[in-house]
């Protein structure tokens, strides 16, 4: 294990004897890697004697994550997923934001005036963070943080029902476009360690079916897509139809993997009046810093924009506008 993450479980666990409980805060639009690590976490801390909670607040999560829920349930793994209302908030609470660093990309940032301290545990690029964590742990060599705290799981050495393990291997399976980006020989051997302890690759196939209609939908749009000045794909969506915001990001993460292509782009409405953009880049062209310009954010590889009152013709030639800047 690296030296880094060694010293950081070192410290939380040894942090967790001075509270009550500890909340665990996966990201909002919750994904597999999120609930994955979150799971895994629980089962980690658990050891510990202490009242452990997911904090999951989302009435309509994704497909493959309302599945895993469901299956989780009937499964009766007594995990405890709670609202932030039905949480104790009398209790001394340290809080773990597992797979994101801003606040406000929480499940319910509110979480954050109620109790104040915080641990972050992820794998995006580090970007300037508002909060003061009393402990921190960004790996961004990881593919995911499922991958990293299934190192925990093999440190405490305990063991972890099937489907927790098949959730996190579905995590990797997302976070990694399917083995094909940021996926390291360590990525590969986490993979066959859940694999061998019971993850089933069937099952993580099963979680990740999608439906057929949306599926369709995005073809059409990915069948549309131009190249810009040889290497930015672009992909500009029905004007008629509204999207989803992830669904955004998938086109993104496809169009990604086209030869020649440095950075992805898919730009969309999200709304009657909002125009959504989301970026990706294999590293050598800042998407975030594209992204800021049009007043969104996110990561050097992966980010986003929302406009209001605009066209998707006006939005596309702003994007074409910066893009001509940032190459000079
Ligand atoms: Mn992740």
């Given at each position: 294990?690296?030296?880094?993450?060694k010293?950081?479980?070192?410290?939380?666990?040894?942090?967790?004897?001075?509270?009550?409980?500890?909340?665990?805060?996966?990201?909002?639009?919750?994904?597999?890697?999120?609930?994955?690590?979150?799971?895994?976490?629980?089962?980690?801390?658990?050891?510990?004697?202490?009242?452990?909670?997911?904090?999951?607040?989302?009435?309509?999560?994704?497909?493959?994550?309302?599945?895993?829920?469901?299956?989780?349930?009937?499964?009766?793994l007594?995990?405890?997923?709670?609202?932030?209302?039905?949480?104790?908030?009398?209790?001394?609470?340290?809080?773990?934001?597992i797979?994101?660093?801003?606040?406000?990309?929480?499940?319910?940032?509110?979480?954050?005036?109620?109790?104040?301290?915080?641990?972050?545990?992820?794998?995006h690029?580090?970007?300037?963070?508002?909060?003061?964590?009393?402990?921190?742990?960004?790996?961004?060599?990881?593919?995911?943080?499922?991958?990293?705290?299934?190192?925990?799981?093999?440190?405490?050495?305990?063991?972890?029902?099937?489907?927790?393990l098949?959730?996190?291997?579905?995590?990797?399976?997302?976070?990694?476009?399917?083995?094909?980006?940021?996926?390291?020989?360590?990525?590969?051997?986490?993979?066959?360690?859940?694999?061998?302890?019971?993850?089933?690759?069937?099952?993580?196939?099963?979680?990740l079916?999608?439906?057929?209609?949306?599926?369709?939908?995005?073809q059409?749009?990915?069948?549309?897509?131009?190249?810009?000045?040889?290497?930015?794909a672009?992909?500009?969506?029905?004007?008629?139809?509204?999207?989803?915001?992830?669904?955004?990001?998938?086109?993104?993460?496809?169009?990604l993997?086209?030869?020649?292509?440095?950075?992805?782009?898919?730009?969309?409405?999200?709304?009657?009046?909002?125009?959504?953009?989301?970026?990706?880049?294999?590293?050598?062209?800042?998407?975030?810093?594209?992204?800021?310009?049009?007043?969104?954010?996110?990561?050097?590889?992966?980010?986003?924009?929302?406009?209001?009152?605009?066209?998707?013709?006006?939005?596309?030639?702003?994007?074409?506008?910066?893009?001509?800047?940032?190459?000079?």
């Open positions: 294990m690296k030296v880094e993450r010293t950081f479980y070192d410290k939380l666990t040894n942090m967790i004897s001075d509270y009550e409980q500890v909340i665990l805060i996966p990201h909002n639009e919750i994904d597999l890697d999120a609930l994955g690590a979150s799971l895994g976490m629980y089962l980690v801390l658990a050891k510990y004697n202490k009242q452990i909670i997911i904090n999951y607040e989302e009435t309509t999560p994704e497909l493959s994550v309302g599945r895993a829920l469901n299956k989780i349930k009937s499964l009766n007594n995990i405890s997923f709670e609202k932030l209302d039905d949480i104790d908030n009398t209790k001394k609470t340290l809080l773990v934001m797979d994101h660093h801003k606040k406000d990309m929480s499940q319910n940032k509110e979480i954050y005036n109620i109790f104040s301290d915080i641990v972050i545990l992820d794998h690029i580090e970007s300037k963070t508002i909060n003061k964590p009393i402990l921190k742990y960004i790996d961004d060599e990881a593919s995911s943080t499922s991958e990293i705290v299934y190192d925990f799981i093999e440190l405490e050495n305990i063991s972890v029902p099937n489907y927790i098949t959730v996190m291997l579905a995590g990797i399976t997302v976070d990694t476009n399917k083995f094909t980006l940021k996926t390291s020989a360590n990525t590969h051997e986490v993979a066959a360690k859940l694999t061998k302890n019971g993850a089933e690759a069937k099952e993580v196939q099963y979680l079916k999608e439906d057929l209609l949306n599926y369709k939908q995005m059409k749009l990915i069948f549309k897509t131009e190249i810009y000045d040889k290497i930015y672009i992909t500009v969506g029905s004007s008629n139809q509204i999207y989803e915001k992830e669904e955004l990001a998938k086109i993104s993460d496809s169009t993997q086209f030869d020649g292509v440095e950075a992805s782009f898919t730009i969309a409405k999200i709304n009657t009046n909002i125009i959504g953009i989301s970026a990706r880049s294999m590293g050598s062209v800042d998407v975030e810093y594209i992204m800021k310009k049009l007043n969104g954010g996110g990561h050097k590889t992966d980010a986003a924009c929302q406009m209001f009152n605009t066209t998707l013709e006006d939005a596309h030639n702003m994007l074409i506008k910066i893009l001509d800047k940032y190459r000079g």
